[in-house]
């Protein structure tokens, strides 16, 4: 399957001076019983005005990496006394607080993740960013403010003069980082560090965001150091690529050159992990329905406290023993709370739902219990959705021993490590508890937990937005085995139209509610109907128009 | 994947981390220690709690020579201080009284039938006397009454906090769990509870029991009154808790696999409060025994023939004594030493159990 | 919503239980046989020498005189209604004045000692906490936290009979169980004056802020701990903010939230180790009056002190919490935009 985004090949002027070499980069962390090394020796360089993107999945050292050019690394961590780093020419003395405390903000900005907390809730955003103009020069707090609000209008805030006075949390997640940026441009840096700065923003918007960098980074030669786990990223807006693993650089390049074809085993494994090409199509003609919903609608609150808030309007969704239907849609989009819905697990306000043919939105929950063994659920959180009071055979058999399956401990034990097995699992883990386990083991755990009843349908909530790239494409793997299988039926949620067309035969797209589009995934994706679906397949595919 | 052998309960995982508080630890040896008080109290008490030598004696110095260890009591030298105008003591001369190890003495009871006539430590001939912490005002041996005391005191303390604690986990998890009208009318009786000012209601409820209970009545209804108060607080916090479990993922899946109320509460959401109910356990505990001490040295303590530390505060109060007898004021270093190691003990469980 | 609404609202809401609670202590206090009638009649037989026949008389003149014949309730309805219509609390059996009086004269004491602890507790272990936080993992750290642990745990009623004993039988110190000296107990408010008066009840104080003073330590170290690690404060530092601006600009207003929305905690036990200490001291404050009135059937005084002890720790609940909304434009300006 062709990748389908193009690489655009950004402006390079021919001749690029070095504005930073990092040689002999090497961090290690003291934690109580030893030294964690995080970065084990990593040498690299930005030219000015380029932009490099430094790749890895979590615990890769990338973000270590990004402080210690910063001195921003905390007290418990140890920089080799090789390491170097040069900022256009100088020797940059990392370890000397006071000299970098220039540096910061000034010659080296940082911009950071999580926009939800990356401000300061109890000030407002123009003092935060005065505040940054004054660390470094004397500048009367009159004429900050108004730089402030040229810089608000530049990263392309609407009324900047009234923004001055908001505080953060009257702003959106991507209004936030937009202010970061404002911020960290504030002095004219000549190195912009992002660490995952759109990871957290809905897909439409991490375009943005990422085209803004991309415009300020051509109107002041700014150089970027972009660090990202997402690959499409990575291709549109990055120059050059170094990829990390385990503290190391494994490789590193011009991107088009190093994604195109990879030298590194690890390099190509990344690459390939990245969910491509559309799910194998499954022939459902005879199959009965299983799931259907016919014009659901979920409002909640309407009481004296709070407004009443329409989750959900009108929906209507209908998935086939065997199939795998995702619905896609951003924050807020309602698509959490219909899954919750369809399986009984929130309430509906009005419509109907229908499993197997009977109708269940109104059946008590004990009505419900014989149905439970053939809908299950597997939720997004792998450190939530586990007690962690039970071992891994107890989780399991929880589902067993509630619907009476099995009618001794040794039918019951079985089922269990037929389930461990299908999940991927291996069967020594049963006295285990959850803790011991990383997140994509738990979220297997999970899907071993729900299968373990032999459910006809499966509903997914986002579980793998929680898991690196590798861990994730693992999962999907086994995911695609069970439905060959066991001819389960998925109803998979999540955000990331990849996974989804990885996955999914059929399609719904979800917006504030409302169902915008649906039918079978390579119709909707190739030929979008409405002007929303393709936008998100614009953003989601090809993140930079040429 | 950890490469143990053993599995990591969560049991284990907190033992673990509670091992690393040097604090935490030595609370928990002193409350072993306490522990086998509560047991052979009268056993290690050198002397007989009761019985009355002369009053207000000066500690005994203890010394060792070459035929083992001995005490040595203050005699009145017959002449007085000029100032306070009380017998002035003095220890030259006196005669050495012999300790040893698994010393007769008078039959007592141990525990329940068990009766002994030996100590493990005590003066060699029955009738002499050894005061390590000098004598009340009626001679009794404070010491030793000390550790007799601890049965009471402890004794007293575990129940109210075992009753606070099952009725605020009870109602903490039942309003939590339910919501709706229940958890609305329970809060409103918590809100009532908490705005009550504790102190004075203790005071104001222990002055109202008559004077001529009976030592056991006594003691039930001290009981019953601090336990009247004590559970909102911890309701409050069951419930929060509750209220988050609740919400968690696990519970979600529990229900969509078809569990019902009972199997959920009893399964999923006890088992992760036992871990809050545990430290609240262990931290109430030190304030129900001040409490009580408190609340003795006010004059509402237990009766004679029960020894508990708040009925040896009592012989405090008034202040007449403290002057020329300072020691009488040592049971002050018995709930000292107590509160000190539940709290540590407490403090360092609550690390283990919730380090986030 | 405006602050006014705000309080109006926590007021409303606060006097059922007000209400409650003083029904609910004047029937407890009522509880037992007798009055003090009977502690009047005891009296006169023990110490006034008359005979049974004749103090019974007496007991009984009192008693109508005072209404202490009439069911509780009608009790309880009359001293309520006194106290909203006339601001009237009764009348102290004992002391032969109205309660209004004793309240008024008992009262503010305990607060302003109270209060003063709380302060002097507050800002010592703010400072304190900030101190153990910058230097986690230090033996600072270590040492400030074994002093947080033994202020905590050492109770204070037993801290203030030792220290007591220390200042009366070692030190003979006079100044102890009053406020003021003789010689300024009359005298115009001088600086002399303030003086004597700090060195009578500096023990009260200190003792009482002792406790305090841990726990605020420990929650500021906790909270500014959780801070620091916030990502708002690598982002001061990342613009190359001094440290000393990250800390007390940034880190250190955010860790104080916590703590104001514990100050509806540490009144009630300020006010707790006040009544101790000043029980133990024999100091002319609540406590003492508490016990006082409880030991002879005092009612109206008990009644009165408990319910106005109540109703401070409500309204210093409330306090609090308005404290609380105006230092956090979050929770301020609720409802604005998403």
């Known amino acids: ?546 | 994947m950890k490469t143990d052998e053993k599995t990591q309960t969560y049991g284990r995982l907190v033992w673990r981390r509670f091992r690393r508080s040097w604090l935490g630890m030595a609370g928990l040896v002193v409350l072993m220690g306490l522990a086998v008080v509560v047991v052979l109290g009268p056993f290690l008490a050198p002397m007989n709690p009761d019985a009355r030598y002369a009053p207000y004696q000066t500690p005994s110095r203890i010394g060792v020579d070459s035929d083992g260890f001995y005490a040595l009591n203050a005699m009145p030298t017959g002449r007085d201080d000029p100032v306070t105008l009380q017998p002035l003591l003095s220890f030259t001369g006196a005669e050495k009284v012999r300790l040893t190890l698994w010393a007769r003495t008078e039959p007592y009871r141990l525990l329940g039938p068990i009766t002994l006539d030996r100590r493990l430590i005590g003066t060699s001939r029955i009738g002499q006397r050894a005061h390590l912490l000098g004598a009340d005002r009626f001679g009794r041996d404070i010491f030793s009454r000390g550790l007799v005391a601890t049965r009471v005191s402890l004794l007293l303390a575990l129940t109210v906090v075992t009753l606070t604690t099952l009725t605020g986990l009870l109602v903490g998890a039942t309003a939590g769990y339910m919501g709706g009208a229940v958890d609305r009318w329970l809060q409103r009786l918590v809100d009532v509870l908490l705005a009550f000012p504790q102190l004075p209601l203790y005071l104001t409820l222990g002055a109202l029991i008559p004077v001529t209970v009976s030592s056991g009545l006594f003691v039930a209804i001290l009981i019953a009154t601090l336990s009247v108060l004590g559970w909102a607080g911890l309701s409050r916090e069951i419930r929060g808790k509750t209220l988050m479990l609740a919400r968690m993922d696990y519970v979600r899946a529990a229900i969509a696999m078809g569990a019902d109320d009972r199997r959920i509460i009893l399964h999923h959401i006890a088992p992760n409060l036992m871990s809050h109910v545990l430290v609240s356990f262990t931290l109430t505990l030190p304030t129900i025994v001040l409490l009580e001490s408190f609340l003795g040295f006010l004059g509402l303590a237990v009766k004679p023939p029960m020894i508990s530390w708040g009925l040896m505060l009592q012989d405090v109060s008034g202040y007449s004594a403290i002057g020329s007898y300072p020691f009488i004021l040592s049971p002050v270093i018995f709930v000292f030493v107590t509160v000190f190691a539940f709290n540590a003990v407490g403090d360092a469980l609550r690390d283990a159990v919730d380090p986030y | 919503m405006s602050v006014v609404l705000f309080l109006l609202k926590r007021l409303a809401a606060a006097i059922p239980i007000v209400v409650l609670l003083s029904l609910v202590t004047f029937l407890i206090i009522q509880a037992p046989p007798g009055d003090y009638a009977d502690n009047l009649r005891t009296m006169l037989i023990n110490q006034g020498g008359a005979s049974a026949a004749e103090a019974d008389a007496q007991a009984k003149t009192f008693r109508e005189r005072n209404g202490l014949n009439d069911p509780v309730l009608v009790q309880y309805a009359r001293w309520a209604g006194g106290i909203v219509t006339r601001g009237d609390f009764g009348f102290s059996l004992a002391a032969n004045r109205p309660v209004a009086d004793i309240v008024a004269e008992r009262l503010p004491p305990t607060l302003l000692l109270a209060l003063t602890s709380h302060l002097l507790a507050t800002a010592l272990g703010i400072c304190l906490g900030v101190l153990a936080a910058t230097r986690a993992g230090t033996w600072v750290d270590t040492a400030l936290n074994l002093f947080a642990f033994v202020g905590m745990t050492t109770p204070r009623f037993l801290l203030a009979l030792l220290v007591l004993y220390v200042l009366v039988f070692r030190l003979d110190s006079s100044q102890v169980g009053s406020f003021q000296s003789a010689q300024y107990a009359a005298a115009p408010w001088s600086l002399g004056r303030i003086v004597d008066l700090i060195a009578h009840v500096w023990p009260v104080v200190v003792i009482a802020a002792w406790g305090g003073l841990a726990y605020s330590m420990r929650i500021m170290r906790g909270n500014l701990l959780d801070v620091l690690n916030a990502q708002y404060v690598e982002t001061a530092r990342a613009k190359g903010l001094s440290p000393a601006r990250v800390i007390f600009g940034h880190a250190v207003p955010n860790a104080l939230h916590p703590l104001v929305a514990y100050q509806g905690v540490a009144l009630p036990y300020m006010v707790t180790g006040e009544i101790e200490v000043a029980i133990v001291f024999g100091l002319a404050t609540v406590g003492p009056a508490i016990v006082g009135a409880m030991a002879v059937g005092d009612v109206f005084v008990a009644a009165t002190f408990m319910l106005v002890l109540a109703i401070t720790l409500i309204m210093g609940n409330i306090l609090a919490d308005l404290g609380l909304a105006l230092l956090d434009p979050r929770i301020r300006l609720e409802g604005g935009a998403k």
């Open chain 1, 1 to 546: 399957m062709p990748l389908e985004t193009p690489y655009v090949t950004p402006s390079i002027p021919t001749e690029r001076q070095r504005l930073l070499e990092a040689r002999d980069i090497a961090v290690a962390f003291s934690i109580e019983g030893g030294t964690v090394e995080a970065v084990r020796g990593v040498d690299f360089h930005i030219d000015r005005g380029e932009t490099l993107a430094l790749v890895g999945e979590s615990g890769s050292g990338k973000s270590v990496t990004a402080r210690a050019l910063m001195g921003l690394l905390g007290r418990k961590a140890r920089l080799s006394p090789s390491a170097r780093v040069t900022l256009d020419g100088q020797d940059l003395r990392v370890r000397d607080e006071r000299k970098m405390r220039d540096v910061r903000g000034r010659a080296i900005a940082m911009v950071f993740q999580e926009p939800m907390s990356s401000l300061n809730p109890l000030h407002t955003v123009g003092g935060q960013i005065v505040e940054a103009i004054q660390a470094h020069a004397r500048v009367p707090t009159r004429e900050a403010r108004t730089r402030a609000c040229e810089l608000l209008a530049e990263v392309r805030l609407p009324n900047p003069e009234a923004l001055l006075d908001r505080y953060p949390h009257e702003l959106s997640g991507g209004q936030r980082q937009r202010v970061m940026i404002a911020m960290a441009l504030s002095n004219k840096p000549a190195l912009l560090i992002a660490d995952e700065p759109t990871t957290a923003l809905d897909v439409r918007v991490q375009a943005e965001i990422l085209e803004l960098i991309r415009d300020l980074q051509s109107r002041y030669n700014l150089a970027v150091l972009l660090i990202t786990h997402d690959l499409t990223v990575v291709r549109s807006y990055s120059d050059r690529i170094a990829v990390m693993r385990q503290g190391l650089i494994v490789e590193t390049g011009p991107t088009t050159a190093v994604l195109d074809a990879p030298t590194h085993p690890y390099t190509l494994q990344l690459r390939d992990a990245e969910p491509s090409g559309y799910a194998e199509d499954v022939d459902v003609e005879g199959q009965p329905v299983l799931l259907e919903a016919r014009g659901v609608r979920i409002v909640y609150g309407g009481r004296a406290k709070s407004p009443a808030f329409v989750a959900v309007e009108a929906a209507d969704v209908c998935v086939r023993r065997g199939e795998a239907v995702g619905i896609v849609g951003e924050s807020g989009s309602g698509k959490t709370s219909l899954a919750l819905a369809l399986t009984r697990l929130a309430a509906i306000t009005a419509g109907e739902v229908s499993f197997d043919g009977l109708r269940i939105e109104a059946l008590s929950r004990r009505e419900m219990r014989p149905l439970r063994t053939r809908l299950q659920i597997v939720l997004q959180d792998p450190f939530s959705s586990l007690n962690p009071r039970l071992s891994v055979q107890a989780l399991i058999e929880e589902g067993l021993i509630v619907n009476r399956i099995g009618h001794t401990a040794s039918e019951r034990l079985e089922k269990v490590c037929k389930a461990l097995g299908d999940a991927g699992l291996p069967q020594d883990i049963l006295h285990r508890f959850p803790h011991e386990f990383s997140g994509g083991q738990r979220q297997r755990l999970s899907i071993a937990r729900a299968i373990a009843v032999e459910p006809d349908l499966l509903v997914l909530d986002e579980p793998t937005s929680a898991l690196d790239l590798s861990v994730q494409a693992k999962i999907l793997e086994t995911l695609k085995d069970l439905q060959q299988r066991r001819g389960l039926g998925y109803l998979f949620i999540s955000h990331d139209l990849r996974v989804v067309r990885a996955l999914c035969q059929r399609i719904i797209v979800m917006r504030d509610g409302v169902i915008v589009e649906s039918g079978p995934t390579r119709d909707v994706l190739e030929n979008p109907q409405s002007e929303y679906t393709a936008r998100l397949v614009k953003a989601a595919f090809q993140v930079r128009h040429t």
